[in-house]
Antibody
Framework: EVQLVQSGAEVKKPGESLKISCKGS????????IGWVRQMPGKGLEWMGI????????RYSPSFRGQVTISADKSISTAYLQWSSLKASDTAMYYC??????????????WGQGTMVTVSS | QSALTQPRSVSGSPGQSVTISCTGT?????????VSWYQQHPGKAPKVMIY???KRPSGVPDRFSGSKSGNTASLTISGLQAEDEADYYC?????????FGGGTKLTVL
């Protein structure tokens, strides 16, 4: 069974750094793109970016480029989303997701359970 | 980049049909046949209902259908059922990244 399991909820202070994870199982991790989606409290979905773990080819939404870093460690089948300096406005649920079709970047068929990030002083 | 434009809410009675629109530009919706639609129930992860404008993943009822005309894509749900009440988001390829719509809350009366 294909699964994406995300790391647990985080509570951080403004200015702190953070790296959340998404571990893939049940498939060849390097062969499928993995993306990240933000959902701020009570708001809609926002496409952040996507990475191909096989060669670390990464694409970002212009809205998130420079604000976050997407990476992957294929040795442990895990993708990451990281911030160097969190802001209160980064408070949101973050989902990782992947297409089920080899070579495609969409649609997102399989989703992680989400990681809630709360940034508050 | 701007989110695609969706109506904030739509409603319908059980058995009726509803259509949710998703308006973009020639740089996203109008330029590519990579429009997908996601359903999200409260507290749950989204689920893809339509991809490539008109295709349904296996397991999605054929009550759900998609279409596109120019810069506007549409999701039609026929034979509304109580469990269809949810938020719906369109998503389109925009040239090197994807963009979601603002979301539409579907209420089944």
């Amino acid at each position: 069974e294909v699964q994406l399991v995300q790391s647990g909820a985080e509570v951080k202070k403004p200015g702190e750094s953070l790296k959340i994870s998404c571990k893939g199982s049940g498939y060849i991790f390097t062969n499928y793109w993995i993306g990240w989606v933000r959902q701020m409290p009570g708001k809609g979905l926002e496409w952040m970016g996507i990475i191909y773990p096989g060669d670390s080819d990464t694409r970002y939404s212009p809205s998130f480029r420079g604000q976050v870093t997407i990476s992957a460690d294929k040795s442990i089948s895990t993708a990451y989303l990281q911030w160097s300096s969190l802001k209160a406005s980064d408070t949101a649920m973050y989902y990782c997701a992947r297409p089920d079709t080899l070579g495609r970047k969409d649609p997102f068929d399989t989703w992680g359970q989400g990681t809630m990030v709360t940034v508050s002083s | 980049q701007s989110a695609l434009t969706q109506p904030r809410s739509v409603s319908g009675s059980p058995g009726q049909s509803v259509t949710i629109s998703c308006t973009g530009t020639s740089s996203d919706v109008g330029g590519y046949n990579y429009v997908s639609w996601y359903q999200q129930h409260p507290g749950k992860a989204p689920k893809v209902m339509i991809y490539d404008v008109t295709k349904r993943p296996s397991g999605v009822p054929d009550r759900f259908s998609g279409s596109k005309s120019g810069n506007t894509a549409s999701l039609t749900i026929s034979g509304l059922q109580a469990e269809d009440e949810a938020d719906y988001y369109c998503c389109s390829y925009g040239g090197s990244y994807w963009v979601f719509g603002g979301g539409t809350k579907l209420t089944v009366l």
